[in-house]
C-alpha cells in the first residue's frame, strides 16, 4: 500500500490489558501501521515480550494494573490523549479493552476517532453467554447452550448435553490472572462441571455449558473484516485454521486464506443485522453431522492472524480502520486466496516448508528483524521451565473418557434457561 493513501498526520494509539508476552497479534497491527508511515503509540505490557523490539513502535506507555475496571482502563487512554494532543484512532486489541473503550466512548470520542458501534453491542457479543442469545435473532447456528443455576443443575446440564461438553466463562477477561481457571475447558464428567459451577465468585462471570462440538481436519473456520460507517466490509475474508495451539482448540497456529461463501455469508448477516461497526474476528466450527457452521466466538477486536489478509494492495484490517475514520478512500486490492500465516513458536515445522501462494510468518520479518530473533530466545526460555510440569501432566492424564450421547436432543426447559440458534 502506498504510504500516502493513510492520513500519517493522525496517529494510532494500539490498547492491550492481556499480560501475554507472546501476542503476535500486537506486533502485526505495529508493523501494519508502522510500514504506513502511522505515528504508532503502544498501550501494553511489553517488558518481556518481543514486541518491544520493534523498529515500528514509536512511543511505549504502562498499561493499567492487572485487574483493572473499564473505568482505570479509560483513564490510562485519556492520560495518553493528553500526551499526544491530537484526535487519534484508537485500537482495542483484546476482549477488557474493547469493553472498556465501548463503554466509555462518550468520554473518549474528543480525543480518539472511533467506529460508531450501537451501544453496548462490543460487550454483547464478546460475552459467551449474550452471543448465545444474538444468534437466535440473527439466524446463526450456535452449538446449544444451558446457563446454569446452581451447581446441581450444572452438573445435570452436562448430562443432558451428552459427555464431553464445553464449559465456558461468559466473560473471560474477568478471570483473575493467577488463576488456573481457563477460559474454555472440555468437561469429561458431571461433577466436574459442579465443581466448576462453585467458582464462579473467583471467575467473576457466569458459568455456561454448550454442546461438544468435535474438531477435525476442515471443520474449524474464521472470519476477519473491517465493518465501516456504512457497513460495508473491507480487509478481511474467510479462512481455515490447519493447526491450533492448543491443538483442537485454541489459537490459530497455521492458517489459510480459503474462500468460503456459507463462511462469509454468515459473517455478513450477522454483523449486517446486528449493525456492528468496527473490526471483528469470528470463529466458526462446522458440524460434521450436519455440516452446518456454528459461530463460536465473536471476537470485537482484531484477530491475531488479521494479517493473513493482507490483499495486493496492503489493505487489512487495521489498515482498513484508520482509512475510514480519516476520511480515506479503500484502495481497490485483490484478495489472495491460498495465502498461510504461521506462528513459528507454534508451528516451527510449517514455517520452513513451502508456500506456493505466499506466506506471513507472525514473528519474522525482513524489514524488522529483531522481534524475531528476540522470540526465539525468549520462546526457549519459556519452554524449558514448562517442560516438568508438562511431564508430570502427561505422567498423571486420566484415561480417555467414552462419548457419552442421548438418542435424541432434549428440548431445553426455561427454567434451565437454555439458549440455542
Known amino acids: 500500500m502506498s504510504v500516502s493513501l493513510l492520513d500519517t498526520r493522525v496517529p494510532a494509539v494500539l490498547v492491550r490489558t492481556d499480560r501475554n508476552p507472546f501476542h503476535h497479534g500486537t506486533l502485526g497491527a505495529v508493523r501494519s501501521l508502522g510500514r504506513a508511515g502511522v505515528d504508532v503509540h503502544l498501550i501494553a505490557d511489553v517488558g518481556g515480550s518481543p514486541v518491544r523490539r520493534s523498529r515500528f513502535v514509536r512511543h511505549l506507555h504502562p ?30 486489541l483484546d ?68 459427555l464431553p461438553t464445553v464449559a465456558k466463562w461468559s466473560r473471560p477477561w474477568l478471570l483473575p490472572a493467577d488463576s488456573d481457571l481457563r477460559s474454555t475447558v472440555v468437561v469429561r464428567s458431571a ?21 461438544f462440538l468435535p474438531s477435525g481436519p476442515d471443520l474449524d473456520w474464521f472470519c476477519h473484516g473491517y465493518a465501516d460507517r456504512t457497513g460495508t466490509i473491507h480487509g478481511g475474508g474467510a479462512g481455515r485454521k490447519l493447526h491450533a495451539w492448543p491443538r483442537g482448540a485454541g489459537l490459530t497456529a497455521v492458517g489459510h486464506w480459503t474462500p468460503n461463501a456459507q463462511v462469509r455469508a454468515l459473517a455478513e448477516r450477522g454483523v449486517g443485522e446486528l449493525g456492528y461497526r468496527g473490526i471483528f474476528d469470528l470463529d466458526f466450527r462446522r458440524c460434521a453431522t450436519t455440516g452446518d457452521y456454528h459461530l463460536l466466538d465473536f471476537n470485537p477486536r482484531p484477530g491475531a492472524q488479521f ?11 487495521i489498515r482498513a480502520q484508520h482509512l475510514d475514520l480519516t476520511n480515506r478512500p479503500m484502495p481497490e486490492g485483490a484478495p489472495r486466496p491460498g495465502r498461510a500465516f504461521v506462528v513459528e513458536n ?3 515445522l510449517s514455517a520452513l516448508r513451502p508456500a506456493p501462494a505466499g506466506r506471513e510468518l507472525a514473528w519474522h520479518a525482513p524489514d524488522d528483524l529483531a522481534p524475531g530473533w528476540a522470540m526465539w530466545a525468549l520462546w526457549t526460555r519459556h519452554a524449558c521451565r514448562r517442560l516438568p510440569a508438562r511431564l508430570r501432566s502427561a505422567a ?5 473418557t467414552r462419548v457419552v ?11 434451565e434457561k437454555a439458549s440455542s440458534c
Open 307 to 317: 494479517r493473513l489478509f493482507t490483499d495486493t494492495a496492503g489493505l487489512d484490517v
Open 405 to 415: 450421547r442421548q438418542a435424541a436432543t432434549p428440548i431445553p426447559t426455561d427454567d
Open 346 to 348: 507454534y508451528a516451527p
Open 63 to 92: 498499561p493499567p494494573p492487572l485487574g483493572a475496571a473499564p473505568a482505570d482502563i479509560a483513564d490510562a487512554l485519556l492520560r495518553v490523549a493528553a500526551q499526544i494532543a491530537r484526535p487519534a484512532v484508537l485500537i482495542p
Open 95 to 162: 476482549d477488557a479493552s474493547a469493553v472498556a473503550v465501548a463503554r466509555a466512548r462518550a468520554e473518549l470520542t474528543p480525543a480518539y476517532l472511533l467506529p460508531q458501534q450501537p451501544g453496548a453491542l462490543a460487550e454483547r457479543v464478546a460475552d459467551k453467554a449474550e452471543l448465545a442469545a444474538v444468534c437466535a435473532t440473527v439466524g446463526i447456528p450456535h452449538p446449544l447452550t444451558l446457563i446454569p443455576d446452581s451447581a446441581t443443575e450444572a452438573a445435570a446440564a452436562a448430562w443432558r448435553l451428552g
Open 191 to 211: 461433577r466436574q462441571a459442579g465443581e466448576l459451577f462453585l467458582r464462579t465468585e473467583e471467575a467473576g462471570s457466569r458459568l455456561l455449558l454448550q454442546a
Open 396 to 400: 498423571t492424564a486420566p484415561a480417555p
